[in-house]
């Protein structure tokens, strides 16, 4: 199963970093450069394990995806519930590790496997090149958004009020 991973160090705490990691709305498309829509669904106000998420991507591509762990501010993790139909598994996750009381590194990682199997061993190598592209990106926004202090007090305060 291919495995994606980037990792950026940025300055502020893992709680910042997490906070603005599991962002909405227009927080979350302020920093974040592929998703063209997201939200909890089934009235879920906050991340939790077991909630869903529909993500809308600017590619035109949809996925409803579960958590299946959040534990702030270190770690969250989800899996794909339904997708594109060419993957037969999707999972992500993000890992904040304190570096001193002023930053952290986040780290964030795709895994997925592709359908029908045997397809695998040329698609493989086009999906690490293609979600390569796109983490590396959407980390580089992150980082962007960890350093506009505004941005990072918008996301604590939805993760309060919801």
Known sequence: MP?????????VPA??????SQSQGEV????????????????????ARGVQTLTKSKRRVSMISEYTS?????????????GPPFFSSFGGGWSFNELDETSCEAIWRYTFSIKPS????????????????????????????????DLVARAHQQLRDE
């Open 3 to 11: 495995r994606i991973e980037q990792r950026v160090v940025v300055p």
């Open 15 to 20: 709680a910042d970093a997490f906070a603005l």
């Open 28 to 47: 979350r498309y302020a920093w974040d450069p592929f998703v063209a829509s997201q939200q909890l669904l089934h009235g879920a106000r906050t991340p």
């Open 70 to 82: 959040v534990r702030p501010p270190h770690q969250v993790g989800m899996k794909m519930v339904k």
């Open 118 to 149: 045997w397809l695998s061993r040329v698609a493989d190598p086009i999906g690490v090149w293609l979600l390569g592209n796109d983490i590396e990106k959407r980390i580089e926004g992150f980082a962007r958004g960890c350093a506009d202090p």
